[in-house]
């Protein structure tokens, strides 16, 4: 089992910055991804950005050139660094881990509780 613990939510004006983290416990094999996915009022739950374990890195286009996604290996933990925030990147932010034993194996996919990020000023 897998537990996925967020931290970094909050409330920021317009042109501000925040950054998200996610740390990532239990059985997590070597092939994996960690990202991040967003859910506003009313609406379905999008991705935002994805890093593999290997680095390479999947952004929504609403977020590039804005958002960027790192993670640290060695602590089992992602980040999203969230610059030039916009009213409409309020929304529940999730951490989402997709992880498997080997390459013809199945995903399993664990989520976290989610935390706000609420742009206003």
């Known amino acids: 089992q897998v537990q996925l613990v967020e931290s970094g939510g909050g409330l920021v004006q317009p042109g501000g910055s925040l950054r998200l983290s996610c740390a990532a416990s239990?059985?997590?094999?070597?092939?994996?991804?960690m990202g991040w996915y967003r859910q506003a009022p009313g609406k379905q739950r999008e991705l935002v950005a994805t890093?593999?374990?290997?680095?390479?890195?999947n952004y929504a286009d609403s977020v590039k050139g804005r958002f960027t996604v790192s993670r640290d290996n060695a602590k089992n933990t992602v980040y999203l660094q969230m610059n030039s925030l916009k009213f409409e990147d309020t929304a529940v932010y999730y951490c989402?881990?997709?992880?498997?034993?080997?390459?013809?194996?199945?995903?399993?996919?664990?989520w976290g509780q989610g935390t706000q990020v609420t742009v206003s000023s």
């Open positions: 890093i593999t374990s290997a680095g390479s890195t």
């Open positions: 989402n881990l997709k992880t498997k034993s080997g390459i013809y194996s199945r995903w399993s996919e664990y």
């Open positions: 239990g059985s997590i094999f070597r092939i994996n991804v």
